[in-house]
């Protein structure tokens, strides 16, 4: 079997969850068929070279202010972000690439590409095409504009839009994203009949999106969770509250944020007796964010050893769709979570049994203020990950999402 994935960003290095989803899924992919990735790419950003896995890679270039007024002007009822998508020559290398591959199956990222999706339907329509849309943005936008978060319309995309683009986007946020919100509403119900397979970070979302949509095209395919050795983690002496992600995306921003004020009032609060502690983030840092009580650590060489012995991870997520990758790596490596309700969002995970559930500002800081206070509640903590890493374990395996993606791809199932 040949599988060609089209991605809307290069995947390497990973530095955000969405790399990091397109890269899971590659792999997984090359465990039963012969991979090919035609990628999205900037120009001034060439990034890492490919895994060994993949049998061969090509990069096109995002639209730029020409090609995107003139797509505006020939197809009005795309969202926006689809038309940084949309030009002659992109559309002549992606048949190009099928023609000269000749995959069973085009996997695309996101339904943002549903426009070229259906270009190759039309061109090729014995094609098994799947849609790894990772979440409903129309529901993630739905989100924002009853949260009222300060995320524009760009999110992790706003650098790369052209200018002017960016300048209108930045100018409107709201009005954009309403009418984004219903464009993409439209073009995933379009989705859901042009695929074949649909991909669904969250099994829950899978599910309503099935309930919504006869067929069960819905397929749930979260985040691995890798089989590790966890070691005896000890939180008697003292904590660090950790914080892992990308700064510029808008929710992680907003969340470190709301951190950085948490820490400050457990740093007023905690009194004598208090164990020692401290808090500190990884990921891409965002220069324009200054934290005045959280470490900014930026990238680190080895996730496990900042997420080791002493680590809480600390998540005040506020805005957001789909499972979070935070919390993933949290669970990975055994690691006490205290996060809001959407932060573990699409995970079977029991308040106060498998994390600790805070919804704002003081809840978040009365719980870290017991955790540094009380021997008790630090002693609860390693069975309190153990058991949620145990419960997500077997939907979050290799097997399982194997298991998932040979049947989103019409694959014969394992032996």
Known sequence: MKVLYVATRWPWPIEMGRQRMIDQTLALTAAFAEVHLLSFADSGSPGAPPPAHIASARKVQMSGLPDVARSLLLRPGLPLQSHLFLNGTVQHELLAAVDEIQPDVVIFDMARLYSLARLVRKRFPKIRLVLDMDDRLSERYQR?????????????????????????????????????????????????????????????????????????????????????QVLPADFSTGLRFVFVGNAVYGPNTEALALLDRIAARVRAGAGEGAVPFSFAAAGKPDPGLALAHVEVAGFVPDLGAFLSKDAVLVAPILNGTGIKTKIIDALEYAVPVVTTPLGAEGLNLQPNLHFHQAADEDSFTEILLRLVQSDEARRALQAMARTAREVVLETHSRRFLLDSLRRAAGAAATV
């Open 144 to 228: 924002m504009l009853n949260n009222k978060a300060s995320d524009g319309l760009g999110g992790t995309f706003t650098a790369r839009l052209p200018g002017p683009v960016r300048a209108v986007a930045s100018l409107l946020p709201k009005l954009l994203l309403t009418i984004e919100r219903r464009l993409m509403a439209r073009i995933e119900r379009r989705a859901h009949g042009l695929f074949d397979s649909i991909l669904m970070v969250s099994p829950l979302e899978a599910s309503k999106f099935n309930t919504e949509f006869p067929g069960k095209k819905a397929i749930g395919f979260p985040p691995l969770i890798e089989v590790r």
